[in-house]
């Protein structure tokens, strides 16, 4: 590729004056772009820490979850405790749960209905 004489002093003026360079610049839009590009960073900057945030909270609710799952265990055995303690859970009540849940599934009145 072959400069003119005007090109290559364009060129030159490009690489030596400061000045030159940013009026050039100017003229072509550069500093809209980037004042665009530092919009969008900003914007990036503040959805990170967004994201830190609910990463946090996203994690005390993990840990809350946690302990309620615990907690729901330990009902649970404290029930079947219960259940043990006052004969709710024993062979004769399952029959008889079972009895019942196979004649309501069959559409039968149990006994006890009258």
């Known amino acids: 590729m072959t400069l003119s004489p005007e090109e290559k002093k364009f060129l030159e003026s490009l690489k030596k004056d400061e000045e030159f360079r940013y009026a050039v610049a100017g003229i072509l839009g550069y500093s809209e772009i980037l004042e665009r590009i530092t919009s969008i960073e900003e914007r990036i ?12 909270r996203f994690a005390r609710l993990e840990e809350r979850f946690a302990r309620l799952e615990e907690e729901m265990i330990s009902f649970r055995r404290l029930i079947v405790v219960i259940a043990h303690r006052f004969g709710v859970i024993s062979e004769e009540s399952f029959r008889e749960g079972l009895r019942l849940w196979t004649s309501i599934d069959s559409g039968c009145r149990c006994p006890s209905e009258g």
């Open 45 to 56: 900057v503040e959805l990170e820490e967004r994201i830190i945030k609910l990463e946090e």
